[in-house]
């Protein structure tokens, strides 16, 4: 009995210092958001072209389209961000000319390219 209390306690010793080893270890994530203003987007995706207006507000993206304004929410990343619309995702990594691109997928498949350039 006092070797199965002591198996116990060693092994519970070990789990708890591994947890906290990864809690003091662990990295906080690292948070890019996408910059606020205005911005043309061009995406192109299964040959397609599409350019429109948009605007980045407190982490929202909005769309000005030909059917009116459409609000996306960003998901911050450690290098801009993502917004999802049906299913497809739109990836938007911060560049060298102060816009974001990156690719456009759905699921695991890249489909095409889209790009944020300051207006």
Do not use: C
């Not at 010793?13 to 906290?20: E, G, H, K, N, R």
């Not at 407190?58 to 960003?74: E, K, N, Q, S, V």
Request: glycine share 14%.
């Amino acid at each position: 009995m006092h070797r199965t209390f002591q198996r116990t306690l060693t092994t519970g010793t070990i789990v708890a210092a591994a947890a906290a080893a990864g809690v003091i270890v662990a990295a906080p994530s690292a948070s890019a958001e996408v910059a606020d203003g205005f911005y043309t987007s061009n995406a192109g995706f299964l040959g397609l072209p599409y350019r429109s207006d948009v605007g980045v507000n407190d982490g929202t993206l909005t769309l000005f389209g030909p059917f009116g304004a459409h609000h996306y929410p960003i998901t911050d990343t450690a290098s801009g961000g993502h917004i999802t619309s049906f299913g497809t995702r739109y990836t938007l990594n911060r560049n060298s000319s102060g816009g974001y691109d990156g690719p456009v997928t759905v699921g695991p498949f890249t489909i095409g390219r889209s790009t944020l350039t300051p207006s």
